[in-house]
């Protein structure tokens, strides 16, 4: 073996290292600037400890916080150690168990000494200082590696009864790493596949807050004990946690379960966990909403279909979904009830069918009937279609998360050399749909192959290639739409291109779909008549835009914050008395509105016009005409617009009325 490693640097040079040297030492080779800000090293592509020596001749690149990804992974999973030593130093007998990294920081699971009972909120500003205390110290986080046997009996010496419960399960024989967070010989120490950062004192100790605590089961099971699970949120620097502390304060305000009482949109009930009651003014947002979509359907040539609920337990089987798919389903005996107070309701063995998950095999269904020609594609299949899916009462949330949801789902049938130009299509129409519904910016990925799935590679590298044509094709595989591809993200049987919105407050949503399938064609079989007069596999396209109206709305209440432009909004337009003599004025106004076509009402109570404008605001209803004697003899009305700073406007009546017409108008329609 030669004396030296070459290590191979990103920009294609080469540095001889002496056998023991690390990537830190490269860092301080190439400069004290960098030696600083280096924060952990990607070597042969994994990423790894900068401490850490190398073991041959190897490629390095250096991870600084310009790596956020990286960074911010590497920071938090910091945190979560140091969260846990924190908590140990000050409540002695405490065990630990586990503190992954999380989207926005990180948490640990304890196991508090029985004498003290679980951690609460009050117990986390003791802990952040003690964490703080942690870092100043700036003790080096040290790698060792140990065997199994080890391990335990360590943990079991210190009492920590979970961890080596946890230890025993981790392959025999296999080398396990401990990290230790000082030099001293009774440091703190816990096991972990790392990497860490060098030392505590490369956190900052601006950059997090612990959040809150709840309760959690060791390893998720509620046959297990009950831990204290406490949460922090954790970033590189002071700056970027003000921000997701203001950007959570804002979504909070901004919560659609709050938006939605305020402005009795609908509500939910034990009594039909996972389904929405819709309420007058929130059904108003879906009809127009529905409506608007019909119409752009309609004009990209899609035809609209409605496809049963409910179908037989064999169908299911057919299109594979009773095998992959049955524990996510409703399932419902084929048979008349017994009301029989002695007999079971059910017999328990009838036949059985199930609420559709998904619309797809019945769209293949209306497809099958009679014979298409290679001349009748594509075929476009559009169903608002109501499906069922099981999921568990703790997945639910809102609106957002439901059991009974509404898609706006389609399906293309399409022939081999149409489906570059549907891709395309579709991107153009979702775009266009994207902008009118007020949202500017929005990502496309594409998903690939995952490990596990159906069919060749040969088809797979087509069926990629296609998706990544189009989207090219269509201008938008580009920085500006956070283009990128997602190795291992595609479903089983396809790969699918993911479009996510970005609202108001930066958040991303992903709503629409886009998957070439041939499989389910082939399951379900269904075919045209080709050029050639043969029978051919049309290409099946499931694609969805909004995904479904329920998490969509749930998205546009808090994307406005319930402020919603004037053609969404339930109540348009309310027209308030000052004095009772401007009733009957109130009431011609209100007239003229509904005539063309305004969603308005009057309020005609006799309170200050101060609470009604206060209360009407409340539910944000953007245009408010407040009419008294005056404007009741001159014809005019005082208009506040919600949210505008402009205190109020007079305008004749006709004026108003035009001006607020030509204004609720839908995007799609509006001649401007
Ligand atoms: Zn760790
Ligand atoms: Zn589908």
Redesign the pocket.
Known sequence: MSEMFKIKLPDGSVREMPHGSTPADVAAAIGPGLAKAALAARVDGELRDITRPFEGDSELALVTSKDEKDALELVRHDFAHLLAEAVQRLFPGTQITFGPATDDGFYYDFAPAPDRGPFTDEDLPVIEEEMRRIIAEDLPLVREVWKRQDVRALFEKQGERFKAEWVMELPEGEPITMYRSGNAENAWIDLCRGPHLASTGKLDPQAFKLTHVSGAYWRGDQNNPMLSRIYGTAWLNRKQLQEHLVRLEEAAKRDHRKIGKEMDLFHLQAEAHGSVFWHPNGFIIWRQLESYMRRKLDAAGYVEIKTPQLMDAKQWEKSGHWGKYRENMFVVPDEIPSTDDDAPVLSGDSDLMALKP???PA?VLVFKQGITSYKELPIRFAEFGCCHRNEPHGALHGIMRVRQFTQD?A?IFCREDQVIDEVQRFCDLLDDIYRELGFDKYAIKLALRPDQRFGSDELWDHAERELREAVTASGRATDEFGWEELPGEGAFYAPKLEFHLTDAIGRTWQVGTM?S?RV?PERLDATYIGEDGERHRPV?L?RAILGTFERFMGILIEHHAGKFPLWLAPVQAVVATIVSDADDYAREVVAKLKGVGLRAEADLRNEKINYKVREHSLAKVPLLLVVGKREAEEGTVAVRRLGSDEHQKMMSLDEAVDLFAAESVPPDVRQI
Do not use: S
């Open positions: 998904m619309n797809c769209h789902d399906h998957q399938d389910l099946m499931h």
